[in-house]
């Protein structure tokens, strides 16, 4: 299933936007965007989301996580509970 604002899936976690007002940047949390069923859910980067030596390859240099904080922490299998605190893919150019 696509997102409803840029089309692309939402299981999609390399999904970068900035909010024009603050500069702040974001990310998309593929768990958080799953729970919300029809667009990419973003958190503040890489604040949200921490990085990990393990996860650095060639196609993420910088070593991010995929889920946020919030959604590495929980168990397998439950929905995100964080995604109503993101920002939605339509709020952000
Ligand atoms: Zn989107
Ligand atoms: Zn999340």
């Known amino acids: 299933m696509g997102c409803k604002c840029c089309g692309r ?3 999609v ?3 970068h ?3 024009v007002n603050t500069g702040q940047k974001f990310k998309s949390c593929p768990h958080c965007s799953d729970a919300n069923g029809s667009e990419h859910v973003f958190h503040p980067y ?7 030596p393990a996860r650095k390859t060639a ?3 910088e070593g991010f996580q995929s ?3 919030d959604c ?3 168990p397998k299998g439950v929905t995100s509970r964080a995604h109503v605190n993101g920002k939605f893919c339509s709020s952000l150019d």
């Open 59 to 61: 196609r993420n240099p």
């Open 17 to 19: 936007k900035v909010d």
């Open 9 to 11: 899936k939402l299981n």
């Open 46 to 52: 890489p604040a949200a989301f921490g990085k990990t």
């Open 72 to 74: 590495r922490s929980l």
């Open 13 to 15: 976690g390399m999904i």
């Open 67 to 69: 889920y946020c904080y």
